[in-house]
């Protein structure tokens, strides 16, 4: 396993996945993680961490991290969690303590209690509810940007800059979603947050992807099948639609077959499979 890297416009994602084993992303030009697997070298220099729930696979990792980035030096990790997370893991993070007699530095934050997360004047992360047999949490990551009044758009340049010049307003702020993220889920998230439908990466789980799986079994783990994803294609007006956590049952060459198989030539160069294996 070694972490591979993705990119679409101005969105880099480093990372590793594999469903029931390790999940751990990171977005290297905004220096935060999601989920930690079990704590690997290449984030260690993050100082953001968001958890989306705590299955050991995306969980693991947490003291790792917190004593690494300690015996380091670094500035105090911060963690963004369900909240029913925190006390258990701050039980774990103690005994932690207690057996190398040394006082850990962090802070757990509960997402319940930050509707957003503001990483700097023009980004900011979102956390949303989503459905797993555990608390379990995804997140977009929104973009502000100005955009012109429609009355405006026509105009040249000349006369923007006359306008503006003036101090007659001719832009206003608009807010587009990079990258929605799903953590582990049921479909369901995306109906309950519809404006995900237009992110422009979706990142999303597809544990399962062909019929060798029941949608009744998948979600009865609290995953999500291809098919669901597929069934709501007309919906989803995102540029490329990444797909993760996949069972260990599907080779990447089986994966491609597969969205080669289901999904209609308009859409299929869509449909990616980050990371690879
Ligand atoms: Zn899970």
Redesign the pocket.
Known sequence: MKEQLWQHKEIKIRGVSLAGVYSCYQLPDFNFSIDVGQGFDWILNDHLFFIT?G?M??AAGIPYIISQKNMRHHPKPQFYMPGSLIQPLRQIISLWSQIEQHAYEYDFFAFEDFPSIYLNNSFRIKPFKTV???D?YGLSLLKKTKSLLPEFQEKPGATLAELKKKGIQIEKEVEKILIAFSG?SQIEFLDQNPELYDSQILFMESTFLDNKKSLEDTRKW?HTHLFEILERLPRINSEKILLKHLSSRYSLSRAQQILDEFVDPKNRTRFEVFPGR
């Open positions: 729930h299955h696979d995306h797993h047999r555990i379990s582990d609290g």
